[in-house]
């Protein structure tokens, strides 16, 4: 029955909040990573199920543990395992964002929202061939025209949540989009700065972390680099990624 499973998911979830609870006590850094990956891939296979509302207390859970030490949440981003998935990156891309939003001191109802649109930035993926998603060399036009529908698909999937903020649907539709109007689906300039928040944590995670194949993981002083070169050339916003930079470094 639907009833059944929906009830046995928040039993699961709460179990995991709880493993969640110990495990920062404990200050065990893989294993609350493993169960924010845990909770994320619940959370992408069921966007508009009532239980989406947890994703806001899980969180509100990390912007209480790390508000003081923001850049723990950095280096949960760093902290690779064999497996790497959609749920690992959106626990990255999430991590990164709150460590900025608590740097630069975001008011932690703002923090919280930025940190949910983070762990949702990509469910549209949910609805990509795998076989796009885990390709081990580089995608063809036809294929990366496929891939690039995620966002509007995950926008679209937002709306119809029993999320009500809007915030979400933006973020999923704005991540890839650059200020030079050279991002995509739309080639927009005038990106929100959640989207564009968003999508610097992106970038700099599929620098950092998301190794393929076909392109080498470059290290994190590196892909800041590269990525002050395309602030210069007009993707980004200079003070958001100084302040990007700031939050991430050591
Ligand atoms: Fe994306
Ligand atoms: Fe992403």
Do not use: W
């Not at 395992?81 to 740097?103: A, D, E, G, P, R």
């Not at 393929?212 to 002083?221: S, W």
């Not at 395309?230 to 990007?244: I, P, Q």
């Amino acid at each position: 029955m639907a009833e059944d499973k929906m009830s046995d998911d928040k039993n699961s979830q709460s179990a995991l909040i709880g493993q969640l609870r110990e495990h920062f006590q404990s200050k065990n850094a893989p294993r609350i990573k493993a169960v924010l990956a845990q909770l994320c891939d619940e959370l992408l296979q069921n966007v508009g199920k009532p239980k989406l509302e947890e994703a806001a207390v899980v969180v509100e859970m990390l912007i209480e543990e790390y508000s003081t030490r923001p850049r723990m949440l950095a280096s949960l981003a760093n902290l690779k395992f064999t497996k790497y998935n959609l749920s690992i990156h959106s626990v990255n891309v999430m991590t990164l964002t709150l460590c900025f939003c608590l740097y630069v001191k975001y008011h932690p109802q703002a923090a919280k929202t930025m940190g949910v649109a983070a762990i949702l930035h990509d469910v549209g993926k949910t609805q990509i061939d795998p076989n796009i998603l885990n390709c081990d060399r580089r995608l063809t036009d036809e294929e990366f025209e496929m891939f690039k529908t995620h966002t509007v698909l995950g926008a679209n999937m937002l709306r119809k949540s029993d999320f009500k903020e809007n915030i979400l649907p933006m973020v999923a539709l704005e991540h890839h989009e650059k200020l030079d109007g050279s991002g995509y689906p739309n080639g927009i300039h005038n990106v929100s700065m959640a989207g564009q928040i968003i999508g610097l944590a992106d970038s700099f995670e599929e620098m950092t972390i998301n190794g393929r194949p076909y392109r080498k993981v470059i290290d994190p002083f590196d892909s800041l680099s590269i990525l002050r070169r395309e602030t210069e050339a007009g993707k980004y916003s200079k003070t958001l990624f100084r302040r990007f930079a700031y939050s991430i470094a050591d």
